[in-house]
């Protein structure tokens, strides 16, 4: 049974697609349905949504900026955006995003329900299936790098032993540019952060099924060269041109950040193993990708001191702090002044409307996952739970000892409309905000 949230300024839209939903005959657990981008981002962090089915233009943001923020929080979450109007550039965007369709009102009643059946239909089977027992016990089972000129040669440029190459090597090579970044996947065969003794036939085959999955997840929606390096890793060369660097280019380390989300998920749920990712900078020149390849080394290596998370962004930690790799106690103090400043952030803020998890990690110069992982990791409870919590506890406070409306008391604490605090309330206190003054 899936779980739908629909999302439009205009609330006849929203019910009439309830609506046709509802009728489908499709499984469908639940349907929700918001108003704002803002109190859609409630619904996606407190509700298990598998499909976000979001109008592209309204108010402060939109259904662009909630995509990339839903598939922060969910990196596997369905998407299908609707539109008044048939713009190039916004459907460019959103399938780039990882829409699974862009369609134009006024909706056809038909066409809507079968980009949602076949948007259900992709959930069941986001990657291909692999046997990993079969494939273990077939004796006659062989694999061959794939493509090994130019896995060797994509390795050489990684590692820094490539010398300067003609534009027609790079242009075989399909190093395009000239924007580049390296996200890179450690297989971990063991469970629950034990190491595991596994043979040279399971490495390969663990390696084999997670290069599938990266070929799977990035195809036709990034410029990505995957190949194999060292003995458990992938390497992924992602690359960008002019263009398409200048579109969104201030969400591009989030973009990163849901990829390597991506590939651990699936990899975990496909293949039954976890893998640490490490994803580097982006920087612009062919030259400099042995550098970026040694970023995402480097993020590995801090992500394995970690143990309980799994993807690592090379700019999240100030290297340039330290002559040498920092010590245990060195990483715990900057986590904890990171989490406390994020603290005192969002108690100076929480009553700001459009308050967002990136614009605190913003202000802590780190990316919003890392900073949500440390927050739960350090509190004990997300971060977005705790700017609830102080909404809800002043929500508390005004019903209980003054005379303002629930509209008046929704403004005071940094919601767009009475009805979405109304909503917040009851599913955090039990009871709506009139059943709690009585």
């Known amino acids: 049974m899936y779980n739908i949230l629909i999302v439009d300024d205009e609330p006849l839209i929203c019910k009439g697609l309830e609506g046709l939903l509802t009728k489908s005959g499709l499984e469908i657990g639940g349907i929700f349905t918001a108003y704002s981008g803002h109190e859609a981002l409630d619904y996606i962090r407190m509700e298990e949504i598998d499909l976000l089915v979001t109008d592209i233009q309204m108010g402060e943001m939109s259904g662009i900026e909630l995509m990339h923020q839903a598939k922060l929080v969910k990196p596997w979450m369905q998407t299908i955006i609707i539109s008044a109007h048939e713009t190039f550039q916004y459907a460019q965007m959103a399938l780039r995003l990882g829409a699974k369709d862009y369609l134009i009102k006024p909706l056809n009643s038909e066409q809507f329900l079968d980009s949602v059946r076949n948007a259900l239909l992709k959930m069941d089977k986001p990657v291909p299936q692999i046997d990993m027992v079969k494939m273990r016990d077939n004796e006659r089972f062989y694999m061959e790098e794939p493509m090994p000129e130019h896995n060797e040669r994509l390795n050489r440029l ?90 969104l280019s201030a969400n591009k380390i989030n973009q990163l950040e849901m990829i390597g989300r991506s590939l651990h998920h699936h990899v975990h749920q496909y293949v039954g193993i976890n893998a640490t990712i490490g994803i580097s900078q982006i920087l612009k020149g062919t030259e400099f990708v042995p550098v970026l390849s040694r970023q995402a080394d480097k993020a590995i290596q801090w992500g394995e001191k970690q143990g309980d998370y799994h993807v690592f962004y090379y700019g999240d930690f100030n290297w340039h702090n330290y002559a040498h790799d920092p010590s245990a106690e060195e990483l715990t103090t900057q986590s904890n002044r990171i989490v406390a400043n994020a603290k005192r952030y969002i108690e100076e803020n929480y009553r700001q409307k459009g308050l967002t998890i990136h614009e605190v990690a913003r202000k802590n110069h780190v990316s919003p996952n890392y900073l949500s992982y440390l927050f739960k990791k350090i509190t004990g409870f997300n971060l977005w739970e705790y700017v609830i919590q102080l909404r809800m506890e002043e929500s508390k406070s005004l019903l209980l000892n003054t005379d303002m409306r629930r509209y008046e008391i929704a403004e005071r604490v940094g919601y767009e409309s009475p009805e979405h605090f109304s909503k917040i309330f009851k599913k955090y206190f039990g009871v709506s905000p009139s059943d709690w003054k009585k």
């Open 158 to 247: 990684l590692i820094g032993a490539a010398d300067a190459m003609s534009e027609e090597a790079e242009r075989e090579l399909k190093l395009l540019g000239p924007y580049f970044s390296v996200i890179k996947m450690k297989l971990d065969p063991g469970k629950d952060g034990e190491a595991a003794a596994t043979t040279d036939k399971d490495s390969r085959l663990y390696r084999y099924a997670a290069l599938n999955i990266a070929q799977e997840l990035l195809f036709g929606e990034w410029n990505a060269l995957p190949c194999y390096s060292a003995k458990r890793e992938i390497s992924i060369v992602l690359q960008w041109n002019e263009e398409e660097y200048a579109e």
